[in-house]
């Protein structure tokens, strides 16, 4: 079983999770490389910058749980 960790989450890999969430993913919205995730139902938004580390990946991995997914379908998602 490959260990979990927040230091090695790249943004392609929050991004491929997003949508197999079912979570709303727009890359071609306003300028640069942040990306704005949406949830479907409660129109909820989070961006999701490009050069990410440890407490950054916390922080999104927290955002999700808020928005009511479990800890094992987060990190389903992110393999």
Known sequence: MPSRSFSDITQS????????????????????SHVLIKHPNTEHKYTIQNNLHK????KIFKKM???GFDEE???DALK
Do not use: D, R, S, Y
Not at 13 to 32: N, S, Y
Not at 55 to 58: D, L, P
């Open 73 to 75: 379908q987060i990190w």
């Open 13 to 32: 890999q929050w991004i491929k999770a997003c949508t197999k969430l079912g979570l709303i993913v727009e890359t071609k919205h306003g300028k640069g």
């Open 55 to 58: 407490f950054i990946n916390m």
């Open 65 to 67: 749980l808020e928005w």
